[in-house]
């Protein structure tokens, strides 16, 4: 699998955005950029996924470089409920590949008050 | 409600005494797969599943088994369980198991082996 780097951590305030960043150089034409989260004691939780597009939801927008070789999750308002894990993974779309899937360390968000 | 289902939620056991993790998910999914978590090696696949009768091993299968007689279950089975499979598994589902599609997972369990 194409590897995915995070930072460890980041901080944010309430109400304000926060922009997560996640390095990709090794991505291939194919591969999807996934972002799911993990909220404490729960499972991960889908949050937003792109192939070349920026991609918004209600959730979230990912921005993807001109180049597919970083990414950057936006949440537009965080709240105390945002605080959680965020994992950024790649999936390949090719053969058997796609059924394969490796979540790195991801970032740990923090929310100030 | 769409979902999956683990069970049970906390699981203590000892070595050597096998046990089952149940997963039921109520999407029609074809794709399930299985993952362990562990304190700074984020989630790690253990096995999946395309669909009924049809699995494969992930990066870490050993020590565990599943099996696919139905669409819906997809079972992790330890036959002898050690204490190094101390750990959070999570189980997950999508549609076909595409690279579009989004995963949905379980609550986790938490299983402890003495």
């Known amino acids: 699998d194409a590897k995915t780097t995070q930072p460890n951590s980041m901080e944010s305030n309430e109400e304000e955005p926060v922009h997560l960043p996640c390095n990709h150089s090794?991505?291939?034409?194919?591969?999807?950029i996934h972002w799911y989260r993990q909220l404490p004691s729960q499972g991960p939780e889908y949050v937003i996924h792109?192939?070349?597009s920026n991609v918004n939801n209600r959730m979230a927008s990912l921005a993807i470089a001109e180049d597919r070789k970083s990414s950057t999750l936006i949440l537009h308002r965080a709240t105390l409920r945002d605080a959680a894990v965020y994992y950024c993974?790649?999936?390949?779309?090719?053969?058997?590949?796609?059924?394969?899937?490796?979540f790195g360390k991801g970032t740990l968000l923090t929310v100030n008050p | 409600e769409a979902q999956v289902t683990q069970n049970p939620r906390y699981l203590i056991t000892v070595t050597g005494k096998k046990l089952t993790v149940t997963c039921s998910q109520n999407?029609?999914?074809?794709?399930m797969s299985w993952y362990r978590q562990d304190p700074g090696l984020g989630l790690r696949q253990i096995y999946y599943?395309?669909?009924?009768?049809?699995?494969d091993k992930g990066d870490v299968p050993e020590g565990y088994k599943v099996s696919r007689k139905e669409k819906r279950n997809f079972p992790l089975i330890l036959e002898s369980p050690s204490p190094n499979q101390t750990s959070l598994y999570f189980c997950?589902?999508?549609?076909?198991?595409?690279?579009?599609?989004?995963?949905?997972f379980g609550s986790g369990t938490q299983l402890s082996v003495l």
């Open positions: 997950a589902s999508s549609l076909l198991g595409r690279a579009q599609e989004k995963l949905f």
């Open positions: 090794t991505i291939s034409g194919t591969d999807y």
């Open positions: 792109g192939l070349t």
């Open positions: 993974i790649l999936r390949e779309n090719s053969g058997g590949s796609n059924y394969k899937l490796t």
């Open positions: 999407m029609n999914h074809e794709y």
């Open positions: 599943s395309m669909n009924v009768e049809v699995t």
